[in-house]
Every structure is written in structure tokens, then in C-alpha cells.
């Protein structure tokens, strides 16, 4: 039912005095209120009947159309029975917010509106649940004749009357019924993750969007689909919810909720059949994992990567991630993991039983695409960094090695490059072998109680030391070993005198009970300083 139809109703000689141009607002039911902000009680495409028992002032009335404007009512009806007629202010600050007003008589109950609005919905409710009913039916018999998303989406939207988009939590784009910048799928995939409560409102390229999400296995918003959706006749400049819309400016039509879930209802269709075929792809996953743990004969490896479409004979890159939050089922993990590396497009297998820490991922890629990859996973890891709130999300990347023989190896440099990830403070990290120099990937190998252990009994001197005579001797260590001993050098850059230098490396020498000109010290004192303590970044980096 739309508010024309409300507003022709002879019985009820209601007057508009604001909105002509907005009568094919959608209603969705008929509300009474006095409330001067009833917006815990609005769902979107009321008609609000007010008696103005809320207005003590003029400023008032700005105050309740916004709330009302905020909450999308369709139009607010108000009654002449307090003062006689329609207050000024509330038709100005109507006319500002874009919200048709209508005059409702005092010879007219608001009971009268409702008794005659009433049975009209649920007419247009029925038809409308038949028809929905119709092509709900329509759209299962089509899927299960072997129809995808892809095929049904656009005709569905068309006859909706909106344009909507569907997208991973990563922004990788499932299917979509309009073209939309590239960047704007990642502000919409970072809006979903780091949304406090769905459904959620966003502005993307100025149209307003709304936002749900499409659980999947497991259901948890990560693992979800987002599906975005605006009615289609909405203009590129429509203002935000709650913003008055400058002159010339109008307002999008709000989806009706029958609308909506009948959306959601065929991308759900969709997701199940995509959850059933990464179910299997990830019960061959699983046996690469096995052979590269070890649980199965030297020729299995080859034939696994096979089975999983990948050609032992390929270029790869292993992915070790390791996601970790307040509650974080295994299922979860491999979810988050096949997340980040899917948008690559490179041939992957996603596993988590090869690794007893992480979850691994073997991409099958190209030696010129490699940069790209390493791209695509980083853009990836930021989209879903503002959505795991306490938790932690660490990917650590191999080098490209040739062939399923060398997959071992590679493994094992992503698990070292995942090792350094966890250690750096950022919730969200991605390290590639490449990035780091030799001593650190293999400090990366060590146990992080021994790294400590071994830094503590090294630089725990000078750090008491430091603390208790607000001395410098650790910096003064670490600027000493980067000007390779020199002391004219190490002195210009502390700003001391040689013999101030001196001093302090004598009383480092003293604390520690090691000779600075001894290459073996240097080497000692060279990595423990570049071992974290506690979560702070090494020294020297």
C-alpha cells in the first residue's frame, strides 16, 4: 500500500501539506504516538499519528521530524484537536527533512485512520504474499535445475525494483546488478566486519545502502556473505539518514521488509550450494595437509595436489594464518584463512590439518604473479583487520619454491614468517619471507621462551641499570654495534664526548660481564637487541 492510497481515502479528508512529490512512499503500518523521539518504537515506513502533545516550543517540532526522519517513517500525520491546526514549525521543519505531512481534522479519530488503513494493508499484504509465494517457487525449481545466482539475480532485482550487490567479507564481489567502483567494495566489506549491530546503513559513492548479512558455515560474520541493496530509482547524490537534503535533493524510497528478505532468501539459496561444494573441496584439502604432516607415503603429495587441481610440477607459495579472537572455532579459522587467499585467483588448497598452530594454504602461482598475490592477501588481512576486534589474524607467506618436493620446505618458512607476524604488535599482520634478512627468519625458528630468556639474561643489566640511574646504555649499545665500533662515530651520533662513550661502554662491559671487542659479543648483543620483550619492538630495527 502507498501513501497515496492512504491519502485519497474520502472518508478521512486528509490534507497533505508537504510531500507531493513523495506519494509512492511505500506504508507499512499505522502508528500513534506523543512521544517527542518514538524512535525505539519505528521499524521504517510508518505513518505516524501524532496528537503534538509533545510540543512545549517551537524547536520541538525540528527535534520529532528528525527522530522520525531518522527512524524512515513514510509520513506523520498530525491532528488539529491541541491547536487547532498544523503548527508552522512542524510544516518547515518537515519541508527539511523531505517528510510529507498530512492534516488530520479534529472531527477525524485517529482510531478512524487506523480502522480504514488497516484492512487496505492487509489486502496489499495477502496479494503481495501470494506473489512472493509464486516466485519464491519459481526460484527453487529454477536452482535446482542447475540455475545460479549469477542468472536469477538480475530479473529478481528488476522486478523488486532495486539494485543490490552480494560480496564476501573481503569485498571480493559475488554478483552485483550495477558497476561499482573498485574501491568502493572494500568500504562496504569494512563497514559489514566492523558494523555494531545488522542490518546496517552506509553511504557508498553518495547512495545509501543497506546492509545484511548471509550466514554460512560456520556462522559467524567473517564466514558471511554481505548482501547490499538500495531501491533502484535512488539517485547518486542522496543525502545520509538524518541529514536534511539540500534543494533540488531527493530522498531514496526505503526497501519495504518483504523486499529485503525475499533478497536475502535467494542469496542464501546460493550460499548453501556454495557451502556443500567447499565442504568437499576442503575433505581433499585435508588429505594435502596430511601428506605434507607426514601421515602418508613419499608419492602421495603429487597425486593429493592433483586430486585438488593443483600440478605438482607448479610454482608455489605457502600461506600459514593463524586467527585467533574470543571465540574462535577451527572451522572459523580455515573460513577466515580460504577468505584471504580465495581473492588471489590463483588454484589453492586450504587445509588445517597440516600444521598444528595454523591454518595452511598452498597456492599454485606463477613467479610474475607473486607480487600481486602477496598484494591481493595484504588487501585482504586490512579489510578484515577492523572486524576481529580483541582478537589476533596473522599470515605468514614462503618464498615461491618449484615443485610439490620443495612444498615441505616452504611450509616451514611460512611458519617461521608467521612466527614473526604473532610478535609484532599489530592486531592485524602479514610477513613474507622476503621481507625478512636471514638472522631474523631464523630467530623466528626459536622458541619465543628461549628468545626472551636469551635477551633478559643478556640486556636485563642494562635495562635495571637504565631504570634506576635514567642512564642510556642500551641505546647507547645499540648505536655503538650500528656504527660498526667506531667510536668518533658512535660519540657524533650520541652527542657525547669520546671519553663520555667510553665510559659507558666500559660500565656495559662491567654489568654484562662481555668484551665488546670480541666479534662473538657483538654478535650476542647484535640479535638479543633485536628480539622483542614483553610486546615491544626490538631495538635496532
Known sequence: MLLRDTLATPRLRLTLLVGDGDLERPVSRVFVTDLPDPRRYLAGGEIVLTGLMWRREPADSEAFVAACAAAEVTAIGAGDAAFGSVPEDLVEACR????????????????????????????????GLATVLGRHRGLVAAMAAGARLVDLIQPVAADLGVDCWVLTPTGRLVVGTAALRAGALGELATAFVSAGRLPARVTVDGRRLDVVGVPGRPAHRLASWLLAYAARDAPPDAPDRGTPPEAGDRAAPPVPPDVAAELTSLVAMERVQVDEAVR???????????????RGGP???????????????????????SFTSLSTPPELAVAVCDEIVRPAG?????????????????????????????????????????????????????????????????????????????ARPEPATVVHAGELTSHL?????????????????????????????????LRTLSVFLASSGSWSRCAALLHVHVNTLRYRIGRIEQLTGRDLTRFEDRVDFFLALRLPSDGDLPFGR
Not at 527539511?96 to 488497516?118: A, G, K, Q, W, Y
Not at 568437499?280 to 607426514?294: C, K, N, P, S, T
Not at 608419492?299 to 594464518?321: H, Q, S, T
Not at 577492523?386 to 605468514?396: C, D, E, N, Y
Request: glycine fraction near 10%; charged fraction near 20%; hydrophobic fraction near 50%.
Open 441 to 473: 627468519l631464523l630467530l623466528a625458528g626459536v622458541p619465543a621462551d628461549t628468545r626472551r630468556s636469551f635477551r633478559d639474561r643478556l640486556l636485563g643489566p642494562l635495562v635495571e641499570y637504565d631504570r634506576a640511574h635514567h642512564a642510556d646504555l
Open 280 to 294: 568437499i573441496e576442503r575433505r581433499l584439502a585435508d588429505q594435502v595437509g596430511a601428506a605434507l604432516a607426514g
Open 299 to 321: 608419492g602421495d603429495l603429487g597425486g593429493r595436489l592433483r586430486a585438488c587441481g593443483l600440478k605438482p610440477d607448479a610454482m608455489f607459495l605457502a600461506a600459514a594464518v
Open 96 to 127: 527539511r527533512h523531505r517528510m510529507p505531512l498530512f492534516e488530520v481534522p479534529v472531527e477525524i479519530s485517529f482510531r478512524d485512520v487506523i480502522d480504514e488503513v488497516t484492512p487496505s494493508l492487509w489486502a496489499h499484504r495477502s496479494t
Open 346 to 422: 590463483e588454484p589453492t588448497v586450504v587445509t588445517g590439518h597440516a600444521i598444528p598452530e595454523a591454518v595452511l594454504a598452498v597456492l599454485a602461482v606463477p613467479p610474475e604473479r607473486v607480487a600481486g598475490v602477496l598484494d591481493t592477501i595484504r588487501a585482504a588481512v586490512a579489510v578484515l583487520g577492523p572486524g576481529i576486534g580483541a582478537g589476533r589474524l596473522a599470515v605468514g607467506v614462503s618464498a615461491l619454491v618449484n615443485g610439490a618436493e620443495a612444498l615441505t620446505g616452504a611450509v616451514a618458512e611460512a611458519r617461521h614468517a608467521l612466527r614473526t607476524a604473532i
